[in-house]
């Protein structure tokens, strides 16, 4: 099974594409240096979303990015995707595995450090934790702040990805945190140049990495 590759992730979201074309966001997106994409939409009919990830599939395998699809297993599976998200309204973690198999990797949403002590059993490979600061992207999400993040990412040995109102601005202390991944939606897709915001978002995180490396310091 592929190792999920998700340093930078982008989720995709209905409201920002209600005028812009996918295909050309996404590959703007790559060429900022995003390492995963999750297709995550709403609203849109079961046929549109294959035919859609067929293109995004071709696109992500071109340029070696993870192509992630939320909540429909159907989907992934379809169009052979290389991992698949989760959350507790979703089919279980467990029943997902039996589906994919090792042929994909499973991502799994958690709002809360409690939360993650109940979870050590399931077959999953990542863990969505957040919403670290206040966000727009998603109505009555949980606030965890960053000492939720700092305590979550020492319950479980599992790669933790931060989400929620993550800019570049905020990256380092996120990562300093320990998060091993940032996903993000509005920092990327909420502004006209997608590129240069992506590439705004790769610099903080490669930043942060210089820095570690030049004083010695080491995540929280």
């Known amino acids: 099974m592929k190792r999920p590759n998700l340093t930078l992730y982008l989720v995709t979201d209905d409201r920002y594409f209600q005028d812009r074309d996918l295909p ?31 293109v995004l599939r071709e696109l992500t395998a071109r340029h070696g990015v993870d192509l992630v699809v939320n909540d429909r297993v159907d989907l992934a599976l379809a ?8 959350g507790g309204e979703d089919l279980p973690p467990d029943v997902v595995r039996k589906l994919v198999g090792n042929s994909m990797y499973i991502g ?6 409690d ?46 990805v931060a989400i929620g109102g ?3 601005y905020r990256v380092a202390e996120v990562l300093q945190a320990g998060a091993k991944g940032v996903a993000v939606v509005s920092a990327i897709l909420g502004f006209e140049d997608v ?26």
């Open 108 to 113: 799994y949403s958690v709002n809360s450090v």
């Open 24 to 54: 050309s966001t996404v590959e703007a997106a790559i060429r900022g240096g995003i390492t995963a994409l999750q297709y995550r939409f709403k609203n849109k009919p079961t046929r549109q979303m294959y035919e859609e990830l067929l």
């Open 195 to 220: 590129e240069k915001a992506t590439r705004s978002m790769v610099e903080a995180m490669k930043g942060y990495y210089r820095k570690v490396m030049h004083e010695g310091a080491t995540p929280s």
């Open 166 to 168: 993550i800019t570049h």
């Open 115 to 160: 939360k993650l002590r109940e979870i050590e059993h399931l077959p999953i490979d990542y863990i969505g934790f957040g919403s670290v600061y206040e966000t727009t992207t998603k109505s009555n999400c949980k606030l965890v702040g960053l000492e939720g993040l700092r305590q979550a990412t020492k319950l479980t040995s599992l790669p933790i």
């Open 79 to 86: 169009v052979g995707a290389d991992g698949v998200h989760v």
